[in-house]
C-alpha cells in the first residue's frame, strides 16, 4: 500500500482541533471551525475512539475518533492516544449524532421524571413538543388544575420548572393552536372576532419571542378543527416574521386525505412559512394505496418552492382516544358538556348515525378501521386496559348490570365511566403507505410518544410501542433486516433532518463546533422490543448516549446526570 494517494476520509481525518485545555476551546471554538490551532499536548474531557461515524449528514460512514471539549465538539478524525481524560473505545460501533424525535408527548412527564428513560435508552437527545396542545402558555389560567396538572402561563416559566428539575434530554417547543385559539375563544365554538384574531396573534408573537420553534395545529378535533385556512394563514404570517415553522396533524387522515396535504401546502404557500406535517399516514382503509398521490401533491409543491416536509413513526397503528369517535358538535364546551350530551338519550340517536355514517369533513376514527371493533386497543389504565374493543363489549354484553345489545351505547358508558377519555390505539394504516412515504427524502422520523418506564410513577397504561422502540425499530428492521434505509439515511432522518426543520444549527451533525450530543450503537444488536400487548420493554443495542458532552446512558446503564436544556429559538 506504500505510496497509495490518501482517501477523502482520510483526508477529513487530519482536519484536528488540538487545544491546549478545554477552557481554551470554549473560547476558540467557534473560530475553530474554519481554522485550525495546533498543540503538541492535548487534554480532551472525553474521547470516543475506533468508531463508525455517521456524521448525520447521509455521508457514508468513516473510522475515526470524535473529542469532546466541555460541551461542545473539539475534534473528528485520528487523536493521539491517551489525549481524554476519560476514552470510550467503540470498534464495531456506530457514532451518531443524538436522535432529535421532532413529535413527543413528554411536556409534563419530564417535570415528574427526568431521566427520560425510555427516550434516552432509544439514543434520543432532544425531544420536541406541542402537538396542537402546548404546556404554556396558558394566559389567565391558574397554575394547576387537578384534571390536566401543571399549566404554565408562559413558555419562560415551563423552561424555568425544566431547569430546576433538571433533564436527561435537551427540550424544544412548538406554541399549540390550541392554547392560543382558547386564549381569545375560551371554549366557544364561535368565529372569532377581528378583536380576538388579534388576540391571538399576540399570544403568538410573545410565544414566539420567548423561544417557541414555531405553531404546532391538531386540526382533527376540536378547538384545532374550528380554524379555518385563512384563520391559520393569518397566525402562520406571524411565525413566519420568527422563522418558525407550522406544525400540523393534518384536518383529515382518511377520505378527505388529499384536500388536507392540499390545505397544508396552501397555508405554506400564503404565509411564506416551513410545514411540517405530523406523522404522514393514510388512516383508513377505504384509501390504503393512495400514498403515491398524496406524495405527488408534496413534490409538486416543493418544485414550485413551497418548503413542505413530513414525518411519521415506523408502526401502523396510531394512538388516539376513544372520545374521538365521538362527532365534533358533541364536544362544545369541552369535556362537562361531552358527557352531559352523551348521558341526554335524546341526543344519542344522533350521535349513533353520524358516527356510523361520518360528516363531512370530519376524520370519523370508527369509519376509517371499517367499524372494526377488534382494531382499537384500550391502552387506559384500568379493568379493560390491553384488551380490544370487541373483547371488551363482550364483557359488558355478558355482564346483566351492563347488558345492552348496541356497541355505541357501551362506548359512551365507557367515556361516561372513564371522565370522557380512554386513550385507545387504532389499527388504521398500510405497511406499504407508511414505507413509501419513510423512503422519500423530506420525510423524517418522529415518535408521537412520550418519556415513559418500565418500573416507577411512569409505567402508566398500555402505551403504544412507539414511546420505548421508534428510533431502535427504524435501525434495525428497516434499515438492517429490511434495507429500507441505508444506515446513513435512516439516521439523518433522525438527526439532520429534524434538526434543519426547526432551526437547530449546532445540533444534529457531528462537526467540529457542535453541541457534543452523541448516540452510540451496535448495528448488530439494535432492536426493539415493545410491542402493542407488552410495550414496556426498553430496546437494546444502544450503548451510549451523550447530552452536551456529558454521558447519560454508559455503556447500557443510565445515569444521575441530568446535562439536558431548554432549547430557545433564536436565543
Known amino acids: ?11 477529513t481525518w487530519t482536519r484536528l482541533v488540538r487545544l491546549h485545555a478545554c477552557a481554551v476551546a470554549s473560547v476558540m471554538l467557534a473560530s475553530l471551525a474554519t481554522g485550525y490551532a495546533i498543540a503538541e499536548e492535548t487534554q480532551y474531557d472525553l474521547v ?33 492516544p491517551q489525549s481524554g481524560k476519560r476514552e470510550i473505545h467503540v ?12 413529535h413527543s408527548h413528554s411536556d409534563l412527564l419530564l417535570l415528574e421524571d427526568g431521566s427520560a428513560s425510555s427516550k434516552i435508552r432509544q439514543g434520543v437527545t432532544t425531544e420536541v413538543l406541542g402537538e396542537g396542545n402546548s404546556t404554556a402558555p396558558y394566559p389567565g389560567e391558574p397554575e394547576s388544575s387537578s384534571n390536566t396538572g401543571p399549566r404554565f402561563r408562559t413558555m419562560p416559566d415551563y423552561f424555568a420548572a425544566l431547569e430546576t428539575r433538571g433533564t436527561a434530554v435537551n427540550v424544544a417547543t412548538y406554541v399549540g393552536l390550541d392554547n392560543i385559539w382558547n386564549s381569545a375563544m375560551s371554549g366557544s365554538f364561535s368565529r372569532p372576532t377581528a378583536d380576538q384574531m388579534n388576540a391571538m396573534k399576540r399570544t403568538l408573537e410573545q410565544a414566539m419571542q420567548d423561544g417557541a420553534y414555531g405553531l404546532s395545529s391538531m386540526l382533527a378535533m376540536p378547538p384545532g378543527s374550528l380554524a379555518n385556512t385563512d384563520d391559520i394563514v393569518e397566525l402562520c404570517r406571524v411565525v413566519a416574521r420568527f422563522g418558525g415553522i ?6 383529515h387522515e382518511g377520505e378527505g386525505v388529499l384536500d388536507a396535504v392540499k390545505e397544508a401546502i396552501t397555508i405554506g404557500e400564503k404565509a411564506g412559512v416551513p410545514v411540517d406535517i405530523i406523522h404522514l399516514k393514510i388512516a383508513d382503509q377505504k384509501l390504503w394505496g393512495r400514498m403515491p398521490d ?4 408534496i413534490e409538486n409543491a416543493r418544485q414550485q418552492g413551497i418548503n413542505v416536509q413530513a414525518h411519521v413513526y415506523p408502526y401502523t397503528r396510531g394512538s388516539n382516544n376513544l372520545s374521538s369517535i365521538i362527532p365534533p358538535w358533541v364536544h362544545e364546551g369541552g369535556t362537562a358538556k361531552m358527557l352531559e350530551r352523551l348521558r341526554d338519550p335524546s341526543l344519542r340517536p344522533r350521535i349513533k348515525q353520524e358516527i356510523r355514517d361520518g360528516l363531512p369533513g370530519w376524520y370519523n376514527h370508527y369509519t376509517a378501521v371499517g367499524g372494526d371493533w377488534s382494531r382499537m386497543l384500550i391502552s387506559a389504565a ?17 355482564d346483566p348490570a351492563k347488558s345492552n345489545d348496541d356497541p355505541l351505547d357501551h ?59 421508534t428510533f431502535p425499530r427504524a435501525l434495525g428492521v428497516y434499515a438492517r433486516d429490511r434495507g429500507l434505509l441505508s444506515w446513513e439515511d435512516a439516521v439523518r432522518k433522525m438527526t439532520s433532518l429534524n434538526a434543519s426543520k426547526i432551526g437547530l444549527t449546532d445540533r444534529g451533525n457531528l462537526r467540529v463546533g457542535a453541541y457534543a450530543d452523541i448516540t452510540i450503537f451496535d448495528p448488530n444488536r439494535i432492536v426493539d422490543r415493545a410491542t402493542y400487548e407488552s410495550p414496556f420493554a ?23 446526570h441530568r446535562p439536558g436544556r431548554p432549547l430557545r429559538k433564536g436565543k
Open 91 to 102: 470498534p464495531d460501533r456506530f457514532v451518531a449524532p443524538g436522535f432529535i424525535d421532532i
Open 538 to 560: 426498553y430496546a437494546e443495542g444502544i450503548d451510549y448516549v451523550i447530552v452536551n458532552g456529558t454521558v447519560v446512558f454508559d455503556d447500557g446503564q443510565p445515569t444521575p
Open 1 to 11: 500500500m506504500a505510496g497509495r494517494k490518501p482517501g477523502i476520509a482520510e483526508v
Open 294 to 297: 398524496v406524495i405527488s401533491l
Open 48 to 80: 470516543i475512539r475506533s468508531g463508525r461515524i455517521l456524521d448525520g449528514s447521509g455521508n457514508p460512514w468513516f473510522h475515526g475518533d470524535v473529542a469532546i471539549c466541555g460541551d461542545r465538539i473539539a475534534a473528528i478524525g485520528r487523536i493521539p
Open 411 to 469: 362506548l359512551f358508558d365507557i367515556l361516561l365511566d372513564n371522565a370522557g377519555s380512554v386513550p385507545t390505539v387504532y389499527e388504521h394504516h398500510s405497511e406499504a403507505d407508511m414505507n413509501l412515504a419513510l423512503r422519500q427524502p423530506w420525510c423524517s422520523i418522529g415518535s408521537d410518544g412520550s418519556a415513559l418506564a418500565i418500573a416507577g410513577p411512569l409505567r402508566r397504561g398500555n402505551p403504544h410501542p412507539r414511546s420505548f422502540g
Open 382 to 398: 384500568g379493568p379493560y386496559q390491553g384488551l380490544t374493543m370487541d373483547r371488551v363489549l363482550s364483557l359488558r354484553q355478558k
Open 246 to 251: 407550522y406544525s400540523t396533524h393534518n384536518r
